[in-house]
């Protein structure tokens, strides 16, 4: 979380540091110039080495990078952007590492549901930083702000030691039952598409994410701990919906009322349409509608997460044994959405008026928009052949277009 002054020609917010908006958006856009350096490394390590290493060794990173926020920012402005740059560079092995686990644990029977618990952790985290910063913005040590960075740089030390302990890597070294070995091996089984969903996605996160705020700040006038609890909101939809929207997903499939196909593009439809027409229309509610407001960001968090039986799961599909590298190839291009999403708010909010954040919202929603149309043309729901298990032909069953659930995966596991 980074906490900013920021001055305008109509608005004057008190803070420790007297930042340019110049330097404020640099700081918010260069995470994502680290971000997007390490994702495709971090896919072929995650397949190398494992999952639980690489995943480990990035939250134990970026928790003590995090820790040395405060010190360093109070000497200089540029110090943290250097910090932000080696944060995005650490944290970008997260999801290719989540995913190449979920390649290698995830059922496609359960893969939806799976998912969405999965992504819901992360919303969770969210939401209780939200509310949780919002307070120690106003009331926490070291001048508010400082204790947001130590309290979720420990905390997340905290957990990185705790992952090392309970998770492993595959079935093969979990000392789970033999049923459940069995059923694992018996059923765990483009790019473009991918690409192009993923950004579309990852610019209405980061909008919810590191826009949102700014908004709420400088075009309504809310105070910081008033905002962390409504910026919270999308979380809380997202929280709720992500394990519900892959429950259906997989349904869907399972009964065969809905090709694989026909699912990952509804699900990916709707979460980008939906997201951008929620945050249009959001941009011209006033300051007095804050419940209005709050409602509307529930509702985006909820559609957006539909995503994640979109094109999330449609990256495992595609090619089980490589989804880390896929994620990492696929997330690289998309991560750029969150740098251009930043510098174009700031460009856009040179007065911080609530006008010119309906441009912002607009053209938001072009981006989110593009990014279905461009999945819905491009996507592919079978395992593609250079992915295939040697030795295997993968057979597609027509009514649903998945793969035979049978496949081998002794080459995986």
């Not at 090392?164 to 069995?182: C, M, T």
Request: net charge neutral; with cysteine.
């Amino acid at each position: 979380m980074l906490v900013l002054t920021s001055h305008s020609t109509l608005q004057h917010f008190e803070g420790e540091f007297e930042w340019s908006n110049t330097l404020q958006s640099n700081i918010l856009a260069c995470y994502f110039y680290g971000y997007i350096s390490t994702n495709i490394l971090a896919g072929i390590l995650a397949n190398k080495y494992g999952g639980k290493r690489v995943l480990g060794g990035s939250l134990l990173f970026a928790s003590i990078l995090t820790i040395l926020h405060p010190s360093l920012s109070r000497i200089s402005g540029y110090l943290t952007i250097v910090l932000r740059i080696l944060t995005g560079l650490v944290s970008a092995p997260m999801f290719p590492a989540i995913l190449s686990l979920m390649g290698l644990w995830a059922p496609p029977s359960e893969r939806g549901l799976l998912i969405g618990i999965t992504f819901a952790g992360q919303v969770l985290g969210n939401i209780v930083g939200f509310v949780i910063f919002g307070y120690l913005c106003e009331y926490g040590f070291d001048n508010g702000w400082g204790s947001i960075f130590y309290t979720s740089g420990v905390t997340t030390l905290i957990f990185s030691f705790v992952w090392y302990y309970v998770v492993y890597d595959n079935p093969d070294l979990h000392p789970i039952s033999q049923e459940e070995h069995a059923y694992l091996s018996r059923t765990i089984t483009c790019e473009k598409a991918i690409i192009f969903g993923l950004f579309g996605y990852n610019w209405g996160a980061n909008s919810l994410q590191l826009l949102l705020p700014l908004y709420i700040k400088e075009a309504l006038n809310v105070n910081a701990a008033s905002n962390g609890i409504i910026s919270s909101a999308p979380s809380i939809g997202e929280a709720i919906a992500l394990p519900l929207w892959g429950k259906l997903a997989d349904m869907l499939r399972s009964k065969n009322y809905m090709s694989t196909h026909s699912v990952r593009v509804l699900f990916q439809t709707v979460a980008l349409v939906a997201c951008a027409s929620l945050l249009i229309i959001m941009g011209y509610l006033r300051c007095d509608q804050i419940i209005l407001i709050c409602i509307f960001l529930f509702l985006c968090g909820a559609s957006l997460s539909l995503s994640c039986s979109g094109v999330v799961a449609n990256n495992i599909e595609i090619a089980p044994n490589y989804a880390g590298v896929i994620y990492g190839l696929a997330n690289t291009v998309s991560a750029l959405s969150g740098s251009f999403s930043s510098l174009c708010a700031k460009a856009l909010t040179t007065n911080a008026t609530q006008s010119e954040w309906q441009i912002v919202f607009v053209l938001c929603g072009a981006v989110l928009v593009s990014g279905a149309i461009l999945f819905v043309v491009l996507v592919r729901t079978e395992i593609q052949d250079w992915a295939s298990p040697e030795g295997s032909e993968p057979s597609v069953n027509p009514k649903d277009g998945t793969k035979n659930e049978s496949l081998a995966v002794s080459s995986r596991i």
